[in-house]
């Protein structure tokens, strides 16, 4: 059974670190693009981070750029977000997701997703 597990969420100081991972089952990671996610309380859920299946860019809107980084493990058939310099607006549920295209702002445009994992940022 295809399954996506999200992990590594927590509470940490503002100016902090926190690296999300994301571990498949039953499917080969590496022939998907992977989208990092994120929703508020009250927003809607958005993407900050994608990284391609077919090259090794990643994509990222300007909220997350210098500060967030994705990668992936090929061996461990995982991905990681790195996230530096947190700030109490990144507080949010991170969500991975996988789709078999290329990457994509639009969460319904993924076919597998993480449970989520909670990432609080104290001010």
């Known amino acids: 059974q295809e399954r996506l597990v999200d992990s590594g969420g927590g509470v940490v100081q503002s100016g902090g670190s926190q690296r999300l991972s994301c571990t498949a089952s039953g499917f080969l990671l590496d022939a998907y693009a992977i989208g990092w996610f994120r929703q508020a309380p009250g927003k809607e859920r958005e993407g900050v981070l994608c990284?391609?299946?077919?090259?090794?860019?990643?994509y990222s809107l300007d909220t997350a750029k210098g500060r967030f980084t994705a990668s992936r493990d090929h061996t461990g058939n995982a991905a990681f977000l790195q996230m530096d310099s947190l700030k109490p607006e990144d507080t949010a549920v991170y969500y991975c997701?996988?789709?078999?295209?290329?990457?994509?702002?639009?969460?319904?445009?993924?076919?597998?997703w993480g449970q989520g994992t909670q990432v609080t940022v104290s001010s």
């Open positions: 990284i391609s299946s077919t090259d090794p860019r990643t």
């Open positions: 997701a996988a789709r078999a295209a290329r990457c994509s702002w639009t969460w319904r445009d993924y076919e597998y």
